[in-house]
């Protein structure tokens, strides 16, 4: 992944809808390229005051009110999650989700990986959500949504992905498709709109034959063809 440093980060908040909702929970940890742990950055974060955590947020997560007692406000939290991150690459399972709720501290990252996008590249056809990828690839994902176990089973998908899609340009990339429009766009961003068009294997091939330049939409169907063909060699 070349000789950086990557903070990969998860969010829990009272909702999806970051004009509206707050966050209240931040788990990150700082890893080289070589994916080992250099330094890690948690923290619960205080309602502000009249918000709640709707009980449908507490049953996914467990998270209660009483527990966010006593923790700094988001803004602290935020100015500490900057610093953490420093010029980091900032990794995120949802990039453009969880980079919507830190961009309210004036957190902008010049460079991101968003690994939800990055499973939608080697395998389009499957769902890339955190719990599906993991499953299928036995990766551990104990205590899913609390935001530092959500972050360790990130590098491990990171780790596997980044290897099956070295001919791909991933950083800064988000899917934007359909059936889960993007509702926030990160500063940086390039955009990928996934669509459904009709193209028979002969099509598909010929198309994939043109493709020099563009890898991540070579590698993507790529994935569809073998798939529909069977493991082989696409040039026979």
Known sequence: MGMKSYVVLDLETTGLDYT????????AIKIDSEFNEIDRFHTMVALAPG?????????LTGITAEHLEGAPTEQC???LLE???GDSVVVAQNAPFDLSFISRGGIEPKSFICTRALA?????????????????????LNGHHRALNDVEATIEVLKLYTKRAERCCYQNIVIDEPSRPLKFTPKNAIIRTVGYVAL???ELKHIISKLHTDN??????EG????LKGAGDLSK
Request: hydrophobic fraction near 40%.
């Open 51 to 59: 918000k709640e955590i709707p009980e449908f947020i507490t049953k």
């Open 83 to 85: 610093e953490f991150i």
């Open 216 to 221: 991540v939409l070579r590698l993507s169907l």
């Open 224 to 227: 569809v063809v073998r798939r």
């Open 77 to 79: 939290s935020l100015e």
């Open 120 to 140: 939608r590249f080697v395998e389009p056809e499957l769902s890339a959500s955190l719990k599906d990828v993991t499953a299928r690839n036995g990766i551990q």
């Open 200 to 202: 028979d294997i002969e």
């Open 20 to 27: 509206k909702e707050q966050i209240t929970e931040i788990g």
